[in-house]
C-alpha cells in the first residue's frame, strides 16, 4: 500500500487506487469463522436497531426562506429471514408544503472507502455549510455553520447515506463487516438502502438521483447498473464530483505510463498557480495553460512515452525541455525521473527550493515538513485545512440542531474498511465505466453530469476526460454527457464561486433530466 504513506488514511482514495486483491479460496472457508470472530472483536457492533429523530428547520435562502423536514435515522438491512445485517444511518432533508412523492429525490455520498457523507452534506448540498474563507481557506476553531445560500434543496429533497462502518453505520452483531468492504458488497448495501428508503417513505414516484464525491463517483456509476439490474430502479441523472471510473488511468505503475500523460495538465496547473511557469504560460490565464498542457499531453508527450527506451536522444532532450515548460521543474529532475513524473514526487518537487509541499486534493495550498529533502510529503495540507472543522461542526450539528443523540463515534473517515474488496478485478485495473455506459445504453434518458477542479491531484481532470472519451457511448447518448470546470481543488465546493458553479450545473441537468421525465 505505496500511496498510504501521504495521506495516512487515505481520505477520498489513497490506497483504494490499487490492483484488486485475490479473493478467497475454497480452501480457506474454515478460517472464515476465526477471522469473522476477530472482525466483531475489533469492531464491535452495537445492537442493530430502527430509530429516527425528526425535526423542523427554516433557512433563508437568497432571501427567500425555505421550510423544510430533517429526519436523522437508522434504517436496517434484513436477509431474506428477516434477521438485521446493518444499521444504515442517513440523514434526509425534504422541502415543506409540496408533493413529495413528485419531488426529485437525490442519494448523496462520499468516498475514500471509508469516508462518511460529511463533506457533500456540510460543503455542498445540505441547507447548512461550514463557514470558512470565500477561497476554502481554513480558518481558526471553534468552528460554525452558516445557511448554504447554494443548497441543492431548492431543487431536490436530499438524503445523505453513510456506508457501512462509516458515520453511525454499523455492521450487526454477529455479522462480519468485511462483507460490507468491497466493490460488490458495498454496491448490494447501499442499493439495500436505496430500496429501502423508497419503500419506506412512498418515494418511488420521485424522479430519482445520485450524487457522489471520488470513490463516491466509482459507486454511483456502479449504482447506475446495479440498481438496475437488482431492484428495476432507472435514475434519471447522477452528478459525479472529482471522478475515478478508471483506476488505471490513476496508478502509478511501472509499465503503466498513462497516468503520467493524464496528471500533466493539473500540473501545469498546479505549477501556474505558484507562478513556476515562464513565459505566456504564465502570463496568460490558467484555462490557456492548461489547454497547452492537453495538448502537449496527448501528442508529443505520449508519444514520446509510448516509445520507451528506443527514444532517440535528440528527442529525449526536446521533450525534456517541453516537461520542464509545463511542470515549472528543474531540467534536472525531468530527466533524472525518466520524463515521467509520480504525484508524490510532484507535490514536493514544485516548491521545494522553498521548503514546502503542495497538497493533493487541492494543489493551491502548502504545507511544511519536517524533512524538507524528502522523497513524500508527510502529510496533505490540503485536508489538515478542513478535518478539524467539519468533524467538529458536524458532531455539534446532528446533535444540537437534528436532536440525534448517540455515544456511538461518527467515523468521518475510517480505515476500518480496509483491505478494500475488489476480487473481481484480480489482476487488472477496477474500472466502473462500462458499468456506467450498460446503465446509460440500458436507460437512455439518464442524464450525467461531470464536475471537476483544476487544482484537484487526487483525480486529476484530463484522466477524468479520458474515461469519458472512451466510454463507447453512441453519439446519441454522448449528448447526455456535460463537463463542468472551476479553479479549484478535489473538494472544488470549498472555494464559494465553484460551490456556485456547481450548484448553477446541477440545476441545470436537472432541468434537462425532468423536461424528459
Known sequence: MKRLGFVGLCFFLGASLLLAQHPAGAEQEGKVSAQQAAANEKFPAPAAEEKSSKTQHTIRVNG????????????????????????????????????????????TFNGGPGSSSVWLHLGALGPRRVSLTPEGQPVPPPYHLVD????????????????????????????????????????????DFIHRYLTRYERWDSPKFLAGESYGTTRASGLSEYLLKHHGIYLNGITLISSVLNFGTLEFNKGNDLPYVLYLPSYTAAAWYHKKLSGELQSGDLEQAVQASRQFASTTYSQGLMQGDKLPDADRKKLTAEVVRFTGLSPKFVDESNLRIP?????????????????????RLEGVDGDAAGEEAEYD??????????????????????????????????????????????????????????????????????????????TPFFATEYTFDHLGLPATLQKNVSMSYCGAGHMLYLKESCLGTLHQSMGEMYKTALATH
Open 64 to 107: 427567500q426562506e425555505l421550510h423544510y423536514t430533517a429526519i436523522a435515522g437508522t434504517l436496517l438491512l434484513k436477509k431474506e429471514d428477516g434477521k438485521p445485517r446493518a444499521s444504515i444511518f442517513y440523514i434526509a432533508y425534504t422541502l415543506d408544503g409540496v408533493d413529495a412523492t413528485k419531488r426529485p429525490l437525490t442519494f
Open 381 to 458: 495540507p490540503s485536508y489538515a485545512a478542513v478535518q478539524g472543522a467539519f468533524t467538529a461542526a458536524f458532531n455539534e450539528y446532528v446533535r444540537k440542531e437534528l436532536n440525534w443523540q448517540s455515544d456511538i463515534e461518527y467515523n468521518i473517515l475510517t480505515p476500518k474498511v480496509w483491505p478494500w474488496n475488489y476480487s473481481e478485478f484480480t489482476n487488472r485495473y477496477v474500472s466502473v465505466a462500462d458499468r456506467l455506459r450498460s446503465a446509460m445504453t440500458q436507460n437512455q434518458f439518464m442524464r450525467v453530469l461531470q464536475v471537476n477542479g483544476y487544482y484537484d491531484l487526487a
Open 148 to 191: 448554504n445560500q447554494q443548497t441543492a434543496l431548492a431543487f431536490t429533497d436530499l438524503v445523505f447515506i453513510d456506508p457501512v462502518t462509516t458515520g453511525f453505520s454499523r455492521s450487526a452483531p454477529g455479522e462480519d463487516p468485511k462483507q460490507f468492504h468491497g466493490l460488490e458488497g458495498d454496491l448490494d448495501s447501499v442499493s
Open 343 to 363: 504525484d508524490q514526487r510532484f507535490f514536493k518537487e514544485l516548491l521545494r527550493d522553498e521548503k514546502k509541499t503542495i497538497g493533493r486534493y487541492d494543489s
